[in-house]
């Protein structure tokens, strides 16, 4: 099940007051194989677009299961998204952690308020399956594979829609799928000669392995700074929506990120964290066309650390 375009317009409404509605801009790179115009989800409140879809989500739970608490999954971008907006409920939220997340980003949830319960990545993707986790009350928020956080996330594509409606292709980082398949319904409705690519890392790219093979296929998997997305399989429902909106996935070098990385500070001036950069790393590669391509930086929260020695050239994975 995809969101409808009801669906998004609806979700626009929804979110308005905790989710910003964020600049397209142009990136100034002559050299660039391609236009390339960047869509800061990275200056959301919690810095990433996971904002939307936790908003749309639980604005669609009824009051009285919302003040159980929220439970949700995430190695920390979702986990803000959701813990940002059970704070403006005041309500409880937990987070099923796994024990790879940056430290940057743990801190940040526990700011918001929510309660971390950090787990082996292997037990963490099982939460995303069961979409519970044993002794945790709460409704559970799935980060990806639900209607309404695509939903939510596809506001994204209605936004990219106004700003520049001859876009020729959208290069979406993917994670879970939450984010492509969201931007792709809207894209798909609106404009269906337009190319979408989903973006992956070298690191851990199932949606290629995937699309490649007909069906999810298990794939090596290895922590490294681009942190935000990558796994080892996708999960099936996922594949299938990624099939009908989806022209492929671009698979990217660890190098070729951080030099996006690089490239977003000094010519644009936005702060990417990896998985925010991988899009641009995709679009730079070339193949994502050559006509105006649009870039999703989906966020920006990255350890200072390793920012700096991702701009030193001193961080390699």
Not at 89 to 104: E, F, G, K, M, Q
Not at 302 to 313: H, K, N, S, T, V
Request: glycine share 12%.
């Amino acid at each position: 099940m995809l969101p409808t375009p009801d669906d998004l317009h609806e979700a626009r409404d929804r979110i308005r007051g905790l989710a910003r509605r964020t600049p397209l801009i142009r990136l100034d790179a002559p050299d660039a194989p391609a236009e390339i115009w960047l869509k800061l989800e990275c200056l959301q409140p919690i810095g990433s677009f996971k904002i939307r879809g936790a908003a749309n989500a639980m604005g669609q739970i009824a009051a009285a299961d919302l003040a159980r608490g929220v439970v949700t999954a995430s190695a920390g971008n979702m986990a803000q998204g959701v813990a940002w907006c059970a704070s403006a409920r005041r309500i409880p939220c937990t987070v099923i952690a796994p024990d790879t997340a940056p430290a940057a980003k743990l801190s940040a949830i526990e700011r918001l308020g929510a309660r971390i319960i950090q787990v082996p990545f292997d037990r963490w993707w099982q939460t995303f399956q069961e979409r519970r986790y044993p002794g945790v009350a709460g409704t559970f928020i799935h980060a990806f594979d639900d209607p309404r956080v695509m939903a939510g996330n596809g506001t994204i594509g209605l936004e990219i829609l106004e700003d520049l409606p001859d876009a020729e292709s959208v290069v979406i980082p993917w994670g879970g799928g939450g984010l492509a398949c969201g931007i792709g319904a809207a894209m798909r409705a609106n404009s269906p000669s337009c190319g979408l690519f989903a973006a992956e890392a070298e690191t851990g790219a199932p949606l290629a392995a995937a699309l490649a093979a007909g069906q999810p296929v298990p794939v090596d998997y290895r922590p490294s700074f681009v942190d935000g997305i990558g796994s080892r399989q996708v999960f099936p429902q996922m594949l299938e929506r990624a099939r009908t909106l989806l022209d492929g996935s671009i698979v990217v070098s660890l190098a070729g990120v951080a030099s996006a990385v690089g490239i977003l500070a000094e010519r644009a001036h936005v702060v990417a964290e990896g998985a925010g950069a991988c899009a641009l790393a995709a679009a730079m590669s070339g193949r994502a066309g050559k006509g105006k391509v649009v870039c999703v930086v989906s966020g920006g929260n990255i350890d200072l650390d390793l920012y700096a020695g991702l701009l030193a050239g001193k961080q390699t994975a």
